[in-house]
């Protein structure tokens, strides 16, 4: 194979989106992925070791993107993956017909790829009416896990 037959399509740094963990480790509160979805660990409980010798954890989480309620069971001692889930503060710039949000950070970069939340249902229309075509400035909390960006929370920036 010569140089020029030498072609690369991404131009990420190739990091994952998820991380190996024991399920022993996850505690309360953290995150783990369920059915392939990035959910928040609400409750665990641990059973005892059975006759195979393996604690299992059985976890209740919600969604981090939907809120809906999923469960898994895994042996303490069995690898699971965690997702990377990130958060980040935008300004509002524009909202657009179709829900469509242009966001600006403190450091001028603009992102125009994430749309009002559909979860929970009245948050869009409450960060329209915050928003009141410009007349305020509001900032979104944009949370992204396994490729999905979604906005979670808002507040109206005092003058």
Known sequence: MSDNE??????????????????GQ???GGYIMIKGKPCKVLNISVSKTG????????FTATDIFTGKKLEDMVPSSHGTTVPIVTRTEW?????????KLTL?????????????????ENMAQEIRD??????NQVSVTVQAAVGIEQVI???KIAD
């Open 6 to 23: 030498y072609n690369i399509e991404s131009t990420d740094a190739g990091a994952s989106e998820t991380i190996p963990m024991e399920a």
């Open 26 to 28: 996850i505690k309360k």
């Open 51 to 58: 006759k195979h010798g393996h604690a299992k954890c059985n």
């Open 91 to 99: 300004e509002i710039i524009d909202i657009g017909e179709d829900g």
């Open 104 to 120: 600006m950070d403190e450091g001028g970069d603009q992102k125009t790829d994430v749309n009002l939340p559909g979860f929970p």
């Open 130 to 135: 915050a928003w009141a075509d410009g007349e």
């Open 153 to 155: 929370a808002f507040k």
